[in-house]
């Protein structure tokens, strides 16, 4: 096989493989992906049902994205940012979130391009960066106060960058960036000017009365902000497949080309379902959805009080320290899988040197009742 140097630094996602060696057993506590047994919105459901007994979804057109979801994006970009998004040049429709990601960096940066992240973070996020052909440029989270926070400091070092790729809150740490690190944020974003690819996937999973900040209420950021959405964590609609792009009109028109020359366009049937979601006048069961997210968050950090794990701001996940207990992060995973029946990821592909101490713990498709006997489970795959 012929080499090739956008594959040279990729590192593999390790979900899979956790997953397999879990199989079928029903005893495992399923805490290695971000799946959810939260049900979707039901009119999210009859929807995508209505849509395929009519074949009102069964074509390619418009390459765009449908009209009426393209405007109920804009509508809920309007609330959360307090802008408006023309719904035809400045929304795009993508099959997820994720593939969302490889268009944008297409078109914002160069190959060698610095594109900075935070370590840890997604490792859907900064393998794509790397696959790009861009450069991966990190810049650490801490623990300060029993939580997350982002090193300011070392984002006050940044002095070159295309673009800045965040999450808040953020996987797997399940950062919730404040105002103030928004502002510097801002600040970094002039000083190279750089893009901010903002990934919104979970913007709404906030925790504890944390403050919920869209950059773009940030002065200096919204005509530099491009915003990734989807419909798969905050509407726990996974299968659907559906996201979006939304951002200043001119870098929008190459976003464009290149979502189509991807995928051309994302299932119809599918967005007529995230359509209705997004226009739901009870809320798509979000806030309903986070209060049982935060009780899950609550269990497992009561759960594991003593041991060296990271309380998450939002999100679906949290990490725990396999380091700070003598262990590297594949060890850790391993003894919880063959003692303690949990199935966790090492985050050895999710970071650099802040990352892989640990090992992510996702309560999303887990409930309390299943959750309570985690510490004994633990205690086990330590002896």
Request: proline fraction near 7%.
């Amino acid at each position: 096989m012929r080499p090739n140097s956008r594959f040279a630094h990729v590192q593999p996602f390790d979900i899979d493989r956790v997953a397999a060696a879990a199989g079928a057993d029903p005893d495992v506590l399923r805490m290695e992906n971000l799946d959810t047994d939260v049900p979707p919105p039901r009119v999210a459901v009859e929807a995508t049902v209505r849509s395929l007994a009519e074949g009102t979804g069964n074509s390619w057109l418009p390459f765009t994205g449908l009209p009426a979801l393209c405007q109920a994006v804009a509508a809920d970009l309007k609330t959360r940012t307090g802008h408006d998004y023309d719904p035809l040049r400045q929304v795009v429709i993508t099959s997820g979130g994720t593939s969302a990601v490889m268009p944008v960096l297409l078109a914002t940066t160069e190959p060698g391009d610095p594109v900075v992240l935070t370590d840890p973070t997604y490792a859907g996020l900064l393998q794509r960066v790397r696959l790009s052909g861009a450069r991966p440029d990190l810049v650490p989270l801490r623990v300060s106060g029993g939580y997350w926070r982002l090193d300011r400091e070392a984002l006050g070092r940044v002095r070159s960058a295309a673009a800045f790729l965040l999450m808040s809150p953020s996987m797997p740490a399940g950062v919730v960036l404040d105002l103030d690190d928004w502002r510097a944020v801002a600040e970094a974003c002039e000083r190279t000017g750089a893009y901010l690819i903002y990934d919104a996937a979970m913007e709404r999973i906030v925790y504890d009365g944390h403050p919920r900040i869209n950059p773009c209420q940030v002065d200096g950021l919204a005509e530099r902000t491009i915003i990734i959405g989807s419909v798969s964590k905050e509407y726990r609609m996974i299968g659907w497949r559906i996201g979006w792009i939304a951002g200043p009109p001119d870098i929008m028109s190459r976003i464009m080309v290149a979502v189509i020359y991807n995928t051309t366009v994302a299932s119809g049937f599918h967005q007529h379902g995230a359509a209705a979601a997004l226009t739901d006048p009870a809320g798509g069961g979000v806030p309903e959805a986070v209060a049982e997210y935060q009780a899950r968050h609550d269990m497992v950090i009561s759960q594991l009080d003593g041991l060296p794990v990271v309380r998450a701001g939002g999100g679906w996940s949290c990490l725990v320290d396999a380091e700070a207990m003598s262990l590297t992060a594949p060890d850790l995973s391993a003894r919880l899988l063959e003692r303690g029946r949990i199935a966790a990821t090492p985050m050895t592909a999710w970071g650099e040197s802040v990352a892989r101490r640990y090992v992510r713990l996702v309560y999303s498709n887990e409930p309390v009742s299943r959750l309570q006997d985690l510490r004994t489970r633990f205690n086990t795959a330590l002896e």
